[in-house]
């Protein structure tokens, strides 16, 4: 019985990075719509900076004035609005020119670990982004990453060594070339049934794209 209710329910990705605030921001009514929508939810960290400007995204620091200054504008409007806690400048994002190019990505390693591990990564990887974004933690710090998973009730130090584990690798290597495949231009980027809802802002969208699904 319990295969048979894993196997009817409705798969949702989601193509995200570990640095996004708009993840952030969409953390609790992803966390509604999954409960509510009994969805079988796959988080997919993928390498933002290498898939982006193969299907036209615009990484942040790329990006005219204009746009920077705007997306600091809505960010602000949209914490306003949920009434979610979040620096505009984080102490620890973004990070450049980075000694450590892959500063962004370890985050993104150790919500695929979890995953691995048959582990609800749900909350870490809202955690990780909380840690970010409101606490101004570094989570490229592996430390800070241990400290940030004990605390929401995960192994840290486990789940850390298996950020480089081979099967986490390919998982993201293959989260990218999916992300490419599917068109995937920004974060967080969910699809359902292969259609993209891009954006925390069209979760209204696919709210209303489940309803519609689960009543056929």
Same mark, same amino acid.
């Given at each position: ?14 193509? $995200? ?52 200054? $705007? ?21 620890? $994002? ?59 009730? $995960? ?29 995937? &231009?920004?974060?967080?980027? &969910? ?5 993209? &809802? ?6 209204? &969208? ?11």
């Amino acid at each position: 019985m319990g295969l048979k209710i894993i196997q009817s329910m409705i798969a949702l990705d989601c193509y $995200y990075s570990l640095s996004s605030p708009w993840a952030y921001l969409g953390g609790p009514q992803l966390q509604d719509i999954v409960r509510r929508h009994h969805v079988r939810l796959a988080l997919k960290p993928y390498d933002f900076q290498a898939v982006v400007p193969q299907t036209g995204g615009i990484p942040l620091k790329t990006r005219p004035e204009a746009r920077r200054s $705007y997306h600091a504008l809505e960010l602000a409007r949209w914490r306003d609005y949920l009434g979610m806690p979040l620096v505009l400048e984080p102490a620890h $994002y973004p990070k450049g020119p980075p000694s450590d190019p892959d500063w962004n990505k370890y985050a993104g390693w150790m919500v695929i670990a979890a995953q691995l591990q048959g582990l609800d990564a749900q909350p870490l990887s809202h955690a990780l982004l909380r840690a970010l974004w409101v606490e101004e933690r570094d989570t490229s710090d592996a430390k800070v990453r241990i400290a940030v998973a004990d605390e929401n009730g $995960y192994d840290g130090a486990a789940l850390q060594a298996l950020e480089r584990a081979p099967e986490t690798q390919a998982t993201y290597r293959a989260n990218g070339e999916e992300a490419v495949a599917l068109g995937v &231009f920004g974060s967080p980027t &969910f699809v359902l049934e292969g259609e993209r &809802f891009w954006g925390q802002d069209r979760l209204g &969208f696919l709210d209303r794209a489940l309803d519609r699904l689960r009543g056929r």
